[in-house]
């Protein structure tokens, strides 16, 4: 079931501010507001899908292209030189804390020494 008192739909609703990298009619990519490297960004879909999997399975093929335009878009304007990790942590069990799904965009010089 998607909360949407969950923060992310509070984003996308404008309660809560953010620094936007980019914005469509059906993404937003912001910086994360805890962040774990040099550069980390979120990129979510404004529709409301808890987890990688809820997307995949029930979001209409013209979202799902939608949404892999924006992240490509906001990899662009970030000009991480196509060095970045993305990570999609799903379940609580795997450390997901915001049930909306949302793609973590990271990249830090000392990636290059650990996995
Ligand atoms: P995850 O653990 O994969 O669910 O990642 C959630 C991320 O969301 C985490 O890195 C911190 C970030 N976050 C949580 N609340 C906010 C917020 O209010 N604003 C922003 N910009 N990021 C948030």
């Known amino acids: 079931m998607y909360d949407k008192n969950n923060v992310f739909a509070k984003i996308l609703r404008g309660e809560i501010p953010n620094k936007t990298v980019y914005s469509d009619d059906n993404v937003l990519a912001f910086y994360d507001v805890a962040p774990?490297?040099?550069?980390?960004?979120?990129?979510?879909?404004?529709g409301e899908y808890t987890d990688i999997l809820d997307f995949t399975k029930n979001a209409s093929a013209a979202e799902q292209q939608a949404f892999w335009n924006g992240f490509r878009?906001?990899?662009?304007?970030?000009n991480l030189d196509n060095n970045f990790r993305t990570i999609a942590n799903t379940g609580r069990g795997a450390g997901q804390s915001v049930m909306h799904f949302h793609i973590h965009i990271m990249s830090d010089e000392r990636f290059q020494e650990d996995f």
């Open 36 to 46: 774990r490297a040099r550069v980390h960004v979120l990129v979510i879909p404004r």
């Open 73 to 78: 878009k906001t990899v662009e304007k970030l």
